[in-house]
């Protein structure tokens, strides 16, 4: 029996719908298995903006590094597009990174079987079934090399830099071995050897961790073949591990492929000690936010993420995997996981509301 601290940011958009789900299933967590999770909120992204005047208040910081965890619903929208770049909700996300110094993103990527059909490679390769993560560097790379504009000899130009140190390939290399080891023993890198400089240190920092790892197999993929075999047998991977610009976009396409991005959970880590970050992969989804439209599954496997990972409640953590397998099995979905082909008497459709319902009873 635990009592623990956790840091709550709805933020944006359906952010606060999902984030309102995932709360109902961890109290039933606590209701089960004893504990206690006192949640207090914060602000951060567009919310944050318009309540202070910046996206990420400093005392939003405090309470985030006071707390064993963070859970994030999502940042962004429409309305707060025309601001500067330093100013605009996302630099919350890039923030909040860096203050907590969270330098690895972890992103399972599973198709459940009950959604095969959603799955929108060949149905031969879906019935093979994926199940891989990627591992993606979250405070290096082009997110935050020097940027700017400037006068080029074709007239005004804009530039972003890649930049990686030795230490950074290294401890992001580090995380993905372990975990690789802790399951298929199959690594593949992910890279751009062949033409960039900050990829072939890249290569070669991995190669040399890989002696401390001789137990798991390692494989390169320039990041353009990554994608294109992501879609011809993503059934062969097991954990992908990729710089933060080439991560982000992979880690989408993972997404994808696997039904929906609102079935994608995702955990931000760093050193022991640091309290994690918890968010699902999908955007605000303004269009979607006040209509108990969007999917709250991504995160409240996020949630569940966050139990195993900064918590140590393994058996919690797999308590909310099955109560969303249960639910997948009994036919409820929601709107993005509906499939075409299915008739009303196969499949259920609920709302955001009523699908965290229907996960928390099935704990």
């Given at each position: ?21 995932a ?16 949640c ?24 985030c ?24 909700p ?59 504009r ?9 530039y972003?830099?890649?930049?990686y ?40 920092v ?76 999908h ?56 499939d ?18 229907l996960?928390?009873?099935?704990i």
């Amino acid at each position: 029996m635990g009592k623990f601290k956790i840091a709550v940011i709805p933020g944006d958009g359906i952010g606060p719908e999902v984030t309102n789900g995932a709360r109902k299933v961890l109290d039933r967590v606590g209701e089960a298995y004893g504990h206690t999770f006192a949640c207090e909120e914060w602000l951060a992204g567009g919310i944050a903006i318009d309540a202070t005047g910046e996206p990420l208040p400093p005392a939003t910081v405090a309470g985030c590094r006071n707390s064993q965890a963070v859970l994030l619903g999502a940042v962004g929208g429409p309305q707060w597009d025309r601001l500067p770049g330093d100013r605009r909700p996302e630099r919350a996300l890039l923030g909040l990174r860096s203050a907590l110094g969270l330098f690895a993103n972890i992103r399972p990527a599973v198709l459940y079987p009950p959604l095969a059909s959603a799955c929108p490679l060949h149905p031969l390769i879906a019935a093979r079934g994926i199940d891989l993560v990627f591992v993606r560097e979250l405070t290096g790379g082009i997110y935050f090399g020097a940027s700017g504009r400037r006068d080029g000899s074709l007239g005004p130009e804009a530039y972003d830099t890649e930049r990686y140190s030795v230490m950074e390939v290294e401890r992001i290399a580090r995380t993905a071995f372990s975990l690789a080891r802790s399951r298929k023993r199959r690594l593949t890198s992910v890279d751009k050897a062949n033409v960039l400089e900050s990829s072939r240190l890249w290569r070669e920092v991995v190669i040399r961790v890989a002696a401390e790892y001789p137990d798991v197999a390692l494989e390169h993929l320039y990041v353009d073949n990554a994608s294109m075999q992501l879609i011809r047998r993503p059934d062969t991977f097991d954990v992908l591990v990729a710089g933060n610009l080439f991560g982000d976009i992979l880690s989408d396409e993972a997404a994808m492929i696997t039904g929906s991005i609102g079935m994608l959970p995702s955990a931000s880590t760093g050193a022991p000690g640091t309290p994690g970050m918890y968010e699902p992969v999908h955007g605000s989804a303004p269009d979607l936010a006040g209509k108990d439209a969007a999917n709250p599954l991504a995160m409240i496997l996020s949630t569940a993420m966050m139990l195993r990972l900064s918590l140590q409640l393994d058996r919690e953590a797999a308590a909310i995997d099955e109560a969303v397998s249960k639910v997948l099995l009994a036919g409820y979905r929601t709107s993005d996981i509906m499939d075409p082909q299915a008739g009303e008497h196969d499949l259920k459709r609920v709302g955001t509301q009523e699908m965290s319902d229907l996960v928390a009873a099935a704990i």
